[in-house]
């Protein structure tokens, strides 16, 4: 009898632990609840720690911190009409977990829906720039301007849009090529022009140097011609007053200076008459040293 009163009073106890353990339930840090009766929402618990409920009732958690929404890659016109390929994802929080619930029921419903959302936004906003601004310093603006109107879109989900981000903004492979072709013919262009504008310069500069040589050239030529024929003058002036003090001197020396010149070596032979005025004042002759008649 014992026994059995034994084993009645463990199997109650049990059971009443099993029923205070589902009387409560706790929530981490990172997460907040609510909590359903007869699948309607009665409560919700966004503070840790321990909290109670009724055994027929049930707890749903969600996320307190940021969660990541990537979308797929998007191709988008931009308002030039070139096509981008789009690589952007989001930031997101749930803010109202009994609204996400009531809303999206869970975070794969809430993914599901919210990726057309940032699609459309991507294409809408994207679509009406022309594709520099989006690789510009607005770029920023315009990640704002995706970000305030999901938020706008998905108000009555309990959530809200923290950021959008855009990994890669990239024309397709084939456009890419295409403006890399074009834009090396542009360099290649330019660099022609300034080859161009360099040769024209070069050649301008050569001929400037040129004429600049060629009056420099005159001018020294003028210059040494006029020094040339003052020395001239100069040295006729000095030869005629050396011929006025002396004649006969001055006939000495010039004919010493025609010696020299006619004779200019040690093996010279020059066939003269011993009369020749030119040998005058060699030997001893009539006419030597400028004597006789």
Partial sequence: MSRVFAVSFLVGLLVVLAVVLSCVYTVDQTQQAIVIQFGAPVGAADTPGLHFKTPWQQVYFFEKRLLNLDARSEEVIAQDKKRVLVDAFARWRIVNALLF??????????????????????RRVLGSQNFGVMLSARRSALMREIRNNMNQ?????????????????????????????RMRKERQREAAEFRAEGDETAQRIRARAEREVTVIKAEATREASVLRGEGEAEKTRILAAAYGQDPNFFAFYRSMQAYQEALPGDNTTVILSPKSDFLKYFGDGPNAGGKGK
């Fill in 153 to 181: 879109d998905v108000k009555g989900f309990g959530i809200v849009i923290v950021d959008v981000r855009i990994r890669r903004a990239d024309l397709p492979l084939e456009n890419s090529q295409a403006i890399y072709a």
């Fill in 101 to 122: 619930y009531q809303s999206l029921y869970d975070q794969d419903t809430a993914e599901t829906r919210l990726e057309p959302i940032l699609s459309s936004n991507i």
